[in-house]
């Protein structure tokens, strides 16, 4: 587990664990990285956006539910609740990365820079699975 400093010294440190993307299937251009954010703190927090080196735009998604259709769509954040714990996993919320420079390949590693609205940028470094990862 990461453990990240908030740039308040009063909060406790948000826990970022099982950070993981998954292999490119064939020439995607695309991928996502999924993990697990827990906030021991009082008062809740966001992820408000993503960077890394592996791709041309990194943004923050969830999945719809359009007439029966999933769909990802872009969010402006994800909410880190007080106390709480906030999953980002297939299916559901995820960081994405558009316009891969290159295809994320099994047993990769790559850093992953999230920015918090309250506990700042923390960099996570991201384990590369298998395409059939869930």
């Given at each position: 587990?990461?453990?990240?400093?908030?740039?308040?010294?009063?909060?406790?440190?948000?826990?970022i664990s099982g950070v993981w993307?998954?292999?490119?299937?064939?020439?995607?251009?695309?991928?996502?990285?999924?993990?697990t954010i827990d906030n021991p703190n009082p008062q809740a927090d966001a992820l408000i956006a993503a960077e890394a080196g592996v791709s041309g735009v990194v943004?923050?998604?969830?999945?719809?539910?359009d007439n029966g259709v999933m769909r990802m769509r872009k969010v402006p954040r994800i909410a880190v609740p007080a106390n709480g714990r906030t999953e980002m996993k297939p299916g559901g919320l995820h960081v994405m990365f558009i316009g891969l420079t290159a295809p994320l390949?099994?047993?990769?590693?790559?850093?992953?820079?999230?920015?918090?609205?309250?506990?700042?940028?923390?960099?996570?470094?991201?384990?590369?699975?298998?395409?059939?990862?869930r």
């Open positions: 587990m990461i453990l990240a400093s908030p740039a308040s010294a009063a909060a406790a440190e948000l826990g993307a998954r292999a490119s299937a064939g020439m995607a251009r695309a991928g996502a990285a999924f993990m943004e923050l998604h969830t999945h719809i539910d390949k099994e047993g990769q590693r790559f850093d992953l820079t999230l920015v918090f609205e309250k506990a700042g940028r923390i960099v996570v470094p991201v384990e590369v699975k298998s395409a059939k990862a």
